[in-house]
């Protein structure tokens, strides 16, 4: 298994430019969410997913847009990148939801950097 | 708001002592909590887990500890190695699926 995979590893935007970060697994897991992490800071919660058609906001959602169409993927849209988007984006995916013991498996992370 | 927080930002131990790690959490109505291991570059990734109903559970050289009535949680790391220098995350939940970190604490083994 692959795991959690993302891409790209890195992206430099201007502002106002979109884009879309990607996120798939192949552990057929039901649970998938997106969060970003700041110089300094813990990991926020952006969006996350329970299954395929399910979306649901976080912590930190304005700005951002999630769809989840399939089990696998799971894209994170930046409409309008602003600077304060500069961030470490990482997606994560489990099995089921977080209330359990359940292991959430991260991808290696997006370094994204809005000018 | 209510916050997952961390008493130190660094720890710096010498290799083969023990680490114990703090966390500091202030919703009482957390019921599942989480460590996380961050190397340099990379993801965070689980270490431990507990829930509110327990008040320790054991690893491989880890273990975790939760004191509800003060609101704490600590990871302690037995005959630390090289390898355990990263950034340690805990997290917690409260039944649902919006998952709140702190903020970490590096920790960094000296040979």
């Known amino acids: 298994n692959a795991g959690v995979t993302q891409t790209p590893k890195f992206q430099v935007l201007k502002t106002g430019q979109s884009m879309t970060l990607q996120c798939a697994q192949d552990?057929?897991?039901?649970?998938m969410s997106w969060y970003r992490q700041d110089p300094g800071m813990g990991l926020r919660l952006i969006h996350y997913?329970?299954?395929?058609?399910?979306?649901d906001q976080g912590e930190v959602p304005n700005g951002y847009n999630v769809s989840r169409s399939t089990t696998e993927d799971f894209p994170l849209r930046l409409l309008s990148a602003a600077p304060s988007q500069t961030s470490v984006y990482f997606c994560?995916?489990?099995?089921?939801?977080?209330?359990?013991?359940?292991?959430?498996?991260f991808g290696p992370g997006t370094r994204l950097t809005v000018l | 708001g209510e916050s997952v927080g961390l008493h130190l930002p660094t720890l710096s131990v010498q290799e083969g002592d023990n680490s114990i790690i703090n966390c500091a959490y202030s919703?009482?109505?957390?019921?599942?909590f989480i460590w996380y291991k961050q190397e340099s570059g990379k993801g965070p990734q689980f270490i431990i887990d507990?829930?509110?109903?327990?008040d320790k559970r054991q690893g491989q050289r880890v273990t975790v500890l939760l004191n509800k009535t003060v609101k704490h949680l600590s990871l302690q790391i037995a005959a630390t190695q090289p390898g355990d220098s990263a950034v340690y995350f805990c997290a917690e939940n409260n039944n649902n699926n919006d998952m709140r970190f702190g903020a970490g604490t590096r920790l960094t083994v000296k040979p």
């Open positions: 552990m057929n897991h039901e649970y």
């Open positions: 507990i829930r509110s109903n327990m």
């Open positions: 997913s329970v299954g395929a058609g399910i979306t």
């Open positions: 994560a995916s489990s099995r089921t939801g977080l209330s359990s013991y359940n292991e959430q498996f």
């Open positions: 919703n009482s109505a957390s019921d599942y």
